[in-house]
């Protein structure tokens, strides 16, 4: 291998040389072209493209040594030496002031077939596998933290193929561009080069190399980063390219697991690294389309991976703050866009509750001081969020929960007390309020179960006991009984069908379950005002106790209809209902049903829920209730707890 004294930088010498078949000459023009004044004049690079193009590519790839004394004729070892330095060449183009010229993308065009198949073939041998990937014996460095073996060539090599096929593709055009991607196996080597990673292993031996210590090989590189490229030839990602990289990772499991490792070893110091995170998150958003990775990504805690990449790049942008970081404020809207189509491409709301508890709710109140610095499509993007997305799960009372849990913790950060002041003030004031209004009812729930003592679930029996102490049934948690005769009884008497069904894999946890029955009749009976009117106005001559009440969990604010009973409990005959009507209760006449529509990731569940009495005449019999300054609901002791708990948030005081 020649040194750094051995090359000739003359340009005449190189380019003739370099065109008679002299190595030595070649690895000067190689090193050496892009520096001289119009390069182009003297067509140096199409010496480059005669040698790939003309030389034949090894079949083996063990057959591909690295030539330390390169002879003047080439041999099977001198030809993948002088492939190696024309690679090299050609990566010389992302090193020029200015793109090479319209003219010059003919002569690339005929030359590309060789640089594809030289760079493949290095790829395989020398980044892939091969023998000189176990058994080189180049030193660079007596460190014990270099592993001299392989990451001299792994790493050169890597950052070489890249080099020399993005300085061709990045001032390319569109057809030049199509006629890459379009190579059989482009994507194959280039997903392969991006998942080797070991470009910073290279800086120390830079710095020896600088020296001009004549015992150190003094390989160019231009550090082109395979992230960069992968993401910009992928920009219109499509269903191919997701299946190329399936298959080149290793299948769904093993790919999802690359996400997380490589979201993991995001660390938001160098441009590159924060560009890398942007292209990962957008890869993400596109996967969760393929099914067979979709289940990958939620089981594997990708979404927890994200929120925790949103949550160091909120914690970087604090830090910084009042300076502005544009790269990091660029990271918000695609981790925010990622994790809510994780959420609605993934089933069940299994992946709301990941995402709040690795930091979601952190992350949106560490980066709110950003937001005013964001375009409108952007910010919208992060708001919609919690305004639309996640606001609409709290339905459920494990995601309930969760979120009142992180806001607990959340309220005691300095950061928290400053959002009144920042852009996002308005969309998380009112995720707070419809937090604090979800959770006073559980509350209340809880208030009035202590109070007064709930019945006896037994049809013949209805036994109360003031103290309370009734057990309920461990499976559905639904039902209370005095006595295991009691529970026997209502076992025998259809309880045992209802209790299968309601704890079946396909439904809700009974906590979920029993919240939402809880729900239902009071989003119905403080909405009497508008749902009377909305009566009068599409069904007037219809009897009230005639009509459905839908109730839309999955739009912000809750949306409300109505439909004839008749129709409605036809169309949803697949819908779980709440409860089972049975035994004595189906001589009650006067029912109301509430169909209750909630999202579920994918899709939405329906769920028809009986309200025994009715809710038409639910405060006949009441003082005159206290209607919002809308006019179109009532004010309930559920709103009152609400303000206190909303209060309690923020450290307001009465």
Known sequence: MPTRQSISIDRNRAIEGARNGSPFELV?????????????????????????????????????????????????????????????????????????????????????????????????????????????????????????????????????????????????????????????????????????????????????????????????????????????????????????????????????????????????????????????????????????????????????????????????????????????????????????????????????????????????????????????????????????TISSYLCFRSVLLTVDTMLQNLKRTERFHSLPKSRGWKVFSDFTKLTAERKALITIRNQSFKKSAAPCSNIQCHKRNALNNFRRCANCLSAFYCSKECQLAHWKHGHKIYCKERTADDLLPCRDQEYIEQLNPREATIHLPYLKALAAKQHPDAPLEDLMVVIDYSQIPVNFSLVWQSEGIKANSEALIWPKLQGAELEIKIRTPILAICPYGREVKNYLQYITGGIWSAYDQQPKQTLDPSGKRYIDGVDMLARAKWREYWGISE
């Open 28 to 388: 000067a023009l190689a090193r050496n072209w892009t520096t001289y004044s119009d390069p182009f004049e003297d067509d140096i690079p199409s010496i480059f493209f005669q040698y790939l193009n003309s030389l034949e590519v090894p079949v083996d790839v063990n057959m591909d040594p690295l030539d330390t004394e390169p002879s003047e004729q080439p041999s099977v070892a001198s030809a993948t030496f002088i492939a190696y330095w024309c690679i090299s060449g050609i990566g010389g183009f992302t090193s020029l002031d200015e793109p090479y010229p319209d003219y010059y993308e003919p002569k690339i065009v005929s030359a590309w077939p060789g640089i594809f198949k030289w760079g493949a073939f290095f790829f395989a041998s020398r980044v892939q596998g091969g023998t000189l990937c176990q058994e080189t014996s180049i030193h660079v460095d007596d460190s014990p933290q270099f592993d001299r073996s392989t990451f001299l060539v792994r790493a050169v090599t890597r950052d070489l193929v890249v080099g020399a096929w993005w300085g061709i593709m990045l001032p390319a055009s569109p057809t030049l561009k199509n006629t890459m991607i379009e190579t059989s196996g482009f994507f194959e080597v280039l997903v392969g080069l991006w998942l080797h990673k070991d470009s910073y292993k290279l800086e120390k031996w830079e710095i020896e190399a600088n020296k001009g210590d004549d015992d150190v090989i003094f390989v160019p590189c231009s550090y082109p980063m395979s992230t960069e490229f992968l993401a910009y030839s992928a920009r219109d990602v499509d269903m191919n390219f997701v299946e190329t990289l399936i298959s080149v990772v290793g299948g769904p499991e093993r790919t999802v697991l690359m996400f997380e490792e490589k979201l993991a070893g995001v660390d938001l110091i160098s441009q590159h690294s924060r560009r890398e995170g942007a292209f990962l998150l957008r890869l993400i958003v596109v996967f969760l389309l393929k099914p067979q990775i979709r289940e990958a990504i939620l089981n594997h805690g990708v979404g927890a991976a994200c929120t925790k990449l949103l949550v160091r790049v909120a914690a970087c942008i604090q830090e910084s703050y009042p300076e502005r970081c544009p790269n990091l404020e660029g990271l918000l809207p695609s981790g925010f866009l990622c994790v809510a189509q994780l959420i609605k491409k993934t089933e069940g709301f299994s992946s709301v509750i990941q995402v709040i508890n690795a930091g979601l709710l952190s992350a949106f109140v560490e980066a709110s001081p950003v937001f005013y610095n964001l375009e409108y499509d952007k910010y919208k993007v992060i708001s919609e969020l919690f305004s639309d």
